[in-house]
């Protein structure tokens, strides 16, 4: 089985930014797709960025342009760079792992964009 652990979330301004990793560890197969989804207090969990085992990314529209997702093989470990934040952007960020149709979560970290 695979563990995904996510850090880096925080408070911060409008305007300012975090970056976010998330550590996967256990039986990690080559030919995987990992992403960041949020989800903020009273709606449903949403798809920030995928990540291909090559390091093809699509981005939401919603997020393009200030956040870029990337990923370290060799640390087994997936970012989310945030720039520019948003209120809107305020959701507890979950790293997930999908392989053979099955998702993987981690617990989540939360980030807070507030004035």
């Known amino acids: 089985q695979v563990q995904l652990v996510e850090s880096g979330g925080g408070l911060v301004q409008p305007g300012g930014s975090l970056r976010l990793s998330c550590v996967a560890s256990?039986?990690?197969?080559?030919?995987?797709?990992m992403g960041w989804y949020r989800q903020a207090a009273g709606k449903q969990r949403e798809l920030v960025a995928g990540l291909g085992t090559g390091g093809i990314t699509n981005h939401a529209p919603s997020v393009k342009g200030r956040f870029t997702a990337y990923r370290d093989n060799s640390k087994n470990t997936l970012y989310l760079q945030m720039n520019n934040l948003t209120p809107e952007d305020t959701a507890v960020y979950y790293c997930?792992?999908?392989?053979?149709?099955?998702?993987?979560w981690g617990q989540g970290t939360q980030v807070a964009v507030t004035s």
């Open positions: 256990g039986s990690i197969l080559d030919i995987h797709v």
């Open positions: 997930n792992y999908l392989c053979k149709s099955k998702f993987t």
